[in-house]
Structure formats: C-alpha cells, structure tokens
C-alpha cells in the first residue's frame, strides 16, 4: 500500500482566500458556502465536500440533515439521496462515539477506512466506498452546529498538518457566516416586534456622547431606518426642554444613587412634527471606578395610554353635558386648593333653575339639556377666573369662592342670579326651525367653607348649610339669594 497522501496546504490556502470573499459577497450566505466547498474540494482535489447540520443529539444517535455538498463528479454526489434527509445516526460503537464525542466538543477527525477497526463506523465508510475522511465540527456560539467533512473515495489523504489547519479555519469561516446570518435574522425580528410595539431602543455613550437608535426609533423620530448615528444635540432636541431637565435631574439622582435602572415619561417631538408621551425606560452602565459611561434603554410611545388615561380622568371629573366640573371633580379642586392655599375665607354657592321641570314638560328634555349647558355657560361668565363651577346634579349647579367678604360672596350671588334672569335664552324646540325665547331664574344658597383637614366632613357642612339657604331661598318665592347666616 503506497503512503497517504497529503493535501497541497498552498493551493488550500488559495481556496480559503477566495472562498472567504465569496462568504462575505454572496447576496445569500449559502451561495458563498457552495462556493467554498467548491474552492476547497478543487484544491485538495477529494471527490465530496459536505456539510451535515446537527439536528439533535440523543443517547442513541445523532440526528442530522445533510445541507451542503460539492462533488467532484456527479457520480460522487449523495444529498440528493432520500436516506440523508433528516437521517439517525445509531451510535452503536465506541469509535463511532467517540468521533461524535470529539465533534461535540469542536475537535476534529481524520481517518483511513483500512485503518479503522470493525465495527459500524467503517461498515459505514465502506459502503460509500470512502477510502479517506476528515471532519471538522463547525461551532457557532459554542455549539456544535453541524459538520464539515470531505470524503476521497479514490485516494488514502492524511489530512494531519496545515491541511488540517486550512480546514479548520473554513469551519470557523463558515461558522461566523452563520453566526452572521442568524443576527441578521434576529434583529429583524426585533425591528419588526419594536415598530409593531411602538418602541424603540436607545444607548448613549457618556464619555464620547456617541448615540445609538434601533431603525424602529430613527423611523419614528423622522430619520432613515439606517441612518448612521445621530448626533447627541439633534437626539436631545427631539425631547421637550422642560422633561429635558427633568431626565437630566433623574439621571443624576440615579448617579448618586448608582442605582442601574430609573423610569420616566417624556414628550418626544416624532416624524409628524407633533409632540407625543414616550416612557423612557432608562439602565445606567458604570465603569469600576464608578463613572456613568453609557446609558441606554427602551423608549415606548405611551401617547395612546396617556390619551386614554386623561380622558377616564376627565371622564371622572367633569360633567359630560356641560362640560364643567362634576361633585368629585369638584372636590378635587378643594383638595388641591387646600394643600396650597392658606386656608382663606371659602364659600360654597348652590345654585338650582327655578321650574326646571316645566320647561321639560314644555319643550322636551332635549332643549332642557341644551338649557342646561348654555345656564353653565353664563354662570361662569359671572365668575372670577379663580372661582369653580361644578354640576351638582340635575339642575344643580355648585360654586367655590375664596378671598370674599360675606358682603361680597352675596354680591356674587346676586351677579349670577341676575346674569340668568336678565338675558333670555333661545331653544329651538321639535321641527320648529324658528327659536323660542324662555325666560328662566335661578334660587342661590350660600355657606361658608372650611378649608380644613378634614375636608369631607367641612364640605358636607358647607353642602347642607348652603342646601338649608337655598330651599329658604325657594320658599320665598324663588329667583332670590340667601346666605346660611341671613336671618
Ligand atoms: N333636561 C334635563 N332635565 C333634567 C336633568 N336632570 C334633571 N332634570 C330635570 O330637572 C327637573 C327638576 O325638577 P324639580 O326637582 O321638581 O324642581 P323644579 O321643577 O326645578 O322646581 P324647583 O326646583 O322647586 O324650582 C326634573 O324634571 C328633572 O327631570 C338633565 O340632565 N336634563
């Protein structure tokens, strides 16, 4: 038997070179892998060059799926053959094990099928008339991905040596290939997940002030999806100057603390030239020494949850109908004030439509509701911009004012009494195109308000004192105003 062979490591090298170059110009990642595996199998001249992926690895065997192959002619070829698609491999024989074994862990694997012992590795070789083998694991990330292998049938090769090596390096090759391809694939994935989730990722180096947007990010803010780098002053300029502060002050408290994670909703000028809410999701990156150097994170456009937010608010706050405040809006209004305001001299003003129901009775309940709205109108004409008006319920309507005299609050009772009697209002009532003028007075109660800590239980006074001067009001006669502490 002559000596095995050994490849020409020079003309490999050659292949290497210029199948890397097809690796990295291919439009298709796997077009550059044919074109390697064809460069490799020229230049050692085996007569098979193929790449089986590794499916799963089980106690009993291996299954894989035979991927990629360059023969030197067509009489060589085999992955068109049904028994290599997605094909068992039994481990059940040592050397068999052990080359798998070896495969795992990234080493790689030469043989002489006459060499080999019996057993079904060799039955394995012979029967595709292999004479002389290589393999060499192709790792990504760790794992072991697939298989490299080229099969001489015509001649004994020892691989051993910069041949070897020259292989080696193509597995890696390929592998990085993958890796590549598999990043590709992802970030699409998270491109696509970012603009479907309305999001957007982040990162700002502190020392450089070099920025980074996700494609999702730049899009929204009005910039190609690959847009190169946006500088740190144009990124800031796309935040409102006031939450521009107040994410500066967070980041700060955030360094002092060195906490890695904060939270904050900002407005963010988008594509459309408008303002939207954004939650800006911000992790803090320290160096050993305890230096902010990058700081990075999610944005996501929070405009819808905000608009809905401020709408149950408003929901919960104002009357639909008028449009003024309702019992807790105005409540709230007292709460706020009480926390700022010394706890001036406060009244409360009930106001209630003088034979609401006959107008109802007269010209539906349609024209009652449009009174209503244009009697909240005037009312507020009537008042100081400080003061607050509020429906009470039905025909009730309810007035806060502070800083007055008895003598005053009277006067401003007096005003809204007369602001609604003097002026008629105008109703268009059923099909009647032509308006209908009705005149309408209201009564008006008034009490003190104690703007104290207890503000429910003060408020429930004020609300029956001024409920008390109101129905006296009613009692004599109507379209009047009485204060609780009038005789
Ligand atoms: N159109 C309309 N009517 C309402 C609304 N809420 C309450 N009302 C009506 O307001 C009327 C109030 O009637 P009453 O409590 O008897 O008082 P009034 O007729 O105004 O008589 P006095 O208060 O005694 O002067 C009822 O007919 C209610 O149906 C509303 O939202 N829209």
């Known amino acids: ?71 030197s002619s067509s009489h060589y070829r085999e992955r068109t053959q049904k028994r290599f698609r997605f094909f068992t491999t039994l481990i059940d024989d040592p050397e068999y094990e052990e080359m798998v074994n070896r495969r795992e862990r990234g080493d790689s694997h030469t043989c002489i099928t006459s060499k080999v012992d019996p057993g079904s590795l060799r039955d394995n070789l012979e029967s595709q008339s292999i004479l002389s083998m290589v393999t060499v694991p192709i790792m990504v990330d760790g794992q072991w991905w697939g298989t490299l292998g080229f099969d001489d049938c015509e001649r004994e090769v020892d691989w051993e040596g910069a041949g070897l090596q020259a292989l080696v390096i193509s597995a890696e090759l390929i592998a990085s290939a993958i890796y590549r391809q598999q990043l590709t694939r992802r970030q699409r994935q998270v491109d696509l997940l970012q603009q479907v989730a309305a999001c957007g990722t982040w990162e700002i180096n502190t020392r450089s002030g070099a920025t980074w947007c996700s494609s999702a990010l730049l899009l929204s803010l009005g910039y190609p999806g690959d847009y190169a780098r946006l500088p740190l002053r144009r990124l800031l300029a796309h935040t409102m100057p006031t939450d521009r502060l107040r994410v500066f002050g967070l980041i700060r408290e ?145 007035v806060t004012a502070g800083d007055l005299s008895h003598q005053q609050v009277v006067q401003l009772g007096e005003r809204i009494r007369q602001t609604v009697a003097q002026q008629p209002f105008y109703l268009t009532a059923g099909d009647s195109q032509t308006p209908m003028m009705v005149t309408l007075t209201v009564s008006v109660g008034i009490a003190p308000l104690a703007l104290t800590s207890d503000l429910d239980h003060s408020q429930a006074v004020a609300v029956a004192q001024a409920d008390q001067a109101l129905y006296a009001a009613k009692e004599a006669g109507r379209n009047r105003v009485v204060a609780h502490w009038q005789p």
Not at 331 to 346: D, I, T
Request: glycine share 8%; net charge negative; aromatic share 10%.
């Open 1 to 71: 038997m002559p000596a095995p062979l050994s490849p020409d490591a020079p003309s490999l090298l050659n292949a290497l070179a210029l199948g890397s170059r097809a690796l990295i110009d291919a439009h298709f990642w796997s077009e550059g892998v044919d074109q390697l595996l064809a460069a490799l199998g020229e230049a050692s001249g085996v007569n098979r060059v193929w790449i089986f992926q590794t499916i799963e690895r089980n106690p009993n065997g291996v299954l894989q799926d035979f991927v990629f192959e360059w023969a």
């Open 254 to 398: 955030c360094h002092q603390r060195l906490q890695t994670q904060c939270r904050i909703d900002v407005q963010l000028r988008v594509a459309s030239g408008q303002w939207r809410w954004h939650e800006l999701v911000m992790e803090s990156y320290y160096s050993d020494d305890g230096y902010l150097a990058r700081i990075g994170g999610l944005v996501i456009d929070i405009s819808q949850r905000k608009k809905s937010e401020e709408q149950a608010w408003a929901a919960a706050e104002f009357d639909a109908l008028t449009g003024t405040r309702n019992r807790r809006g105005l409540a709230n209004h007292l709460a706020q004030l009480n926390g700022q305001a010394e706890a001036a001299a406060y009244y409360l003003l009930m106001i209630d439509i003088d034979y609401f129901k006959h107008i109802n009775d007269r010209y539906g309940h349609p024209a009652g509701d449009t009174l209503l709205v244009e009697m909240a109108k005037r009312v507020y004409e009537a008042l100081r911009p400080e003061d607050c008006l509020a429906r009470f319920g039905g025909e009730e309507f309810a």
